[in-house]
Antibody, heavy 121, light 110 residues
Framework: QVQLVESGGNVVQPGRSLRLSCAAS????????MHWVRQAPGKGLEWVAVISYDGSKKYYADSVRGRFTISRDNSKNTLYLQMNSLRAEDTAIFYCARDGSEVASGSLDYWGQGTLVTVSS | QSALTQPASVSGSPGQSITISCTGTSSDVGGYSYVSWYQQHPGKAPKLMIYDVNNRPSGVPDRFSGSKSGNTASLTISGLQTEDEADYYCSSYTSSSTWVFGGGTKLTVL
């Protein structure tokens, strides 16, 4: 069955960096766009970034553009999120999710369990 | 990238129907047929309930339906069941090639 497993969440000081990973199994990883979505404690969902199936196209939310970089390694079935210049407001559970649509319409049909990032001094 | 507007809460009794609205602009909801709806139970990852405005993934009960009119999308749940109690989020593609979520709606089944 399809599994997405995030890792890399941790407690980090403001201004530092962190890299999240999302290991995929049970799906043809290189056929689908992938998204990162986050959820601050007690708050709603916030879309973060998307990468096309082949890594050629990447788009970001205004709140993270210029600080976060999404990437993927299709040979390793793994999605990444490099987060630099972290701020307290980046504290959240980060989910990776598969875009199940052939046209990448944002139908996120599989989600990981999430990994917690806490930005605090 | 302003969040889509959803009511903070809705409630209904078992067996009743409820509708959750999701209002955006012509640059997101009104401009594309790429609206999705997600259900999230406490401590769990979101689950896709509706995609592309009115399509249900396999396994989602046909009690769940979606629609759109102008800049407002809607999720309707008929024949409410206690297990439907959860948070619901809409999402839309935008003209900036990004996505935006609604603020979320807490559904209480009385």
């Amino acid at each position: 069955q399809v599994q997405l497993v995030e890792s890399g969440g941790n407690v980090v000081q403001p201004g530092r960096s962190l890299r999240l990973s999302c290991a995929a199994s049970g799906l043809t990883f290189n056929k689908y766009a992938m998204h990162w979505v986050r959820q601050a404690p007690g708050k709603g969902l916030e879309w973060v970034a998307v990468i096309s199936y082949d890594g050629s196209k990447k788009y970001y939310a205004d709140s993270v553009r210029g600080r976060f970089t999404i990437s993927r390694d299709n040979s390793k079935n793994t999605l990444y999120l490099q987060m630099n210049s972290l701020r307290a407001e980046d504290t959240a559970i980060f989910y990776c999710a598969r875009d199940g649509s052939e046209v990448a319409s944002g139908s996120l049909d599989y989600w990981g369990q999430g990994t917690l990032v806490t930005v605090s001094s | 990238q302003s969040a889509l507007t959803q009511p903070a809460s809705v409630s209904g009794s078992p067996g009743q129907s409820i509708t959750i609205s999701c209002t955006g602009t012509s640059s997101d909801v009104g401009g594309y047929s790429y609206v999705s709806w997600y259900q999230q139970h406490p401590g769990k990852a979101p689950k896709l309930m509706i995609y592309d405005v009115n399509n249900r993934p396999s396994g989602v009960p046909d009690r769940f339906s979606g629609s759109k009119s102008g800049n407002t999308a809607s999720l309707t749940i008929s024949g409410l069941q206690t297990e439907d109690e959860a948070d619901y989020y809409c999402s839309s593609y935008t003209s900036s090639s990004t996505w935006v979520f609604g603020g979320g709606t807490k559904l209480t089944v009385l």
